[in-house]
């Protein structure tokens, strides 16, 4: 007769863990509000200070718990730290064997851009660009000086997608570019010439404008040509 192995039991720390999430949902927390001390956590969840701390220092990890020394604990903001180190080495790792993992993120997020500039053209007069329109002359201003930095061109993309309300979208296009800064020395300078930067993003600008979808989805891929460029340099 076989004997069925039983599942291990969760470590008291883990169990902690699920203790703390469960305690945040049921009291309705939210994101900055405090938490309780870790003596009012362990008498809640019966478990001791080692396992509190142990589960506390797991969750500031992932962005669960925010610990301010000096101040106390808090519910944390949501981040994406965790992915953009684990992304940023499996890409580093990755181009020691010939595979480039930048190359697949870029692939990612050009299918989600193109996505997004669809959802945006939907929203029609409701879509304030205005914040756009002043970046892309700040951005047309630094081409003629010889380059766009990478600060404008992130803002480009972060207020371009504001207006869809969508907080999770300037948070994940936020870690793409966390992860293309740490590798900014692998990739090196930009191949693009900073005018060809700046019309590229004026194409995107005016096909939202002109609510053009087609020309919108073309002008994105147009404009991570360049970006492919770059990692491909890395690759060869």
Same mark, same amino acid.
């Given at each position: ?184 020395? !692998?990739?090196? $300078?930009? *191949?693009?010439? /900073? =005018?060809? +930067? %700046? ?7 005016? !096909?939202?404008? $002109?609510? *053009?979808?087609? /020309? =919108?989805? +073309? %002008? ?10 770059? $990692? ?5």
């Amino acid at each position: 007769m076989t004997t069925v192995p039983r599942p291990a039991r969760p470590s008291r720390a883990a169990e902690a863990q699920e203790g703390v999430k469960d305690l945040i949902v049921r009291r309705g927390l939210i994101a900055g509000d405090p938490l309780p001390t870790e003596s009012e956590l362990m008498e809640e969840l019966h478990v001791s200070r080692n396992s509190i701390r142990e589960a506390l220092k797991a969750l500031q990890a992932v962005g669960i718990v925010d610990i301010r020394h000096g101040f106390g604990m808090f519910v944390g903001r949501m981040s994406l730290a965790g992915l953009v180190d684990e992304l940023t080495f499996h890409s580093r790792i990755t181009l020691q064997n010939g595979a480039n993992h930048l190359a697949h993120l870029i692939d990612i997020r050009e299918i989600l851009e193109s996505g997004l500039v669809v959802r945006l053209i939907e929203l029609g007069p409701d879509a304030d660009l205005t914040p756009v329109a002043e970046v892309m002359a700040r951005m047309e201003s630094e081409a003629q000086a010889g380059l766009v930095s990478p600060e404008t061109d992130r803002l480009f993309h972060d207020l371009l997608y504001r207006p869809l309300g969508n907080p999770l979208v300037t948070t994940l296009l936020g870690a793409f570019w966390d992860v293309y800064y740490q590798l900014r020395d !692998a990739l090196g $300078a930009p *191949d693009e010439p /900073a =005018a060809d +930067v %700046a019309r590229r993003h004026r194409e995107i600008y005016a !096909a939202v404008l $002109a609510g *053009d979808r087609a /020309a =919108a989805q +073309v %002008a994105v891929k147009a404009h991570f040509l360049g970006v492919r460029n770059r $990692a491909a340099r890395i690759e060869g």
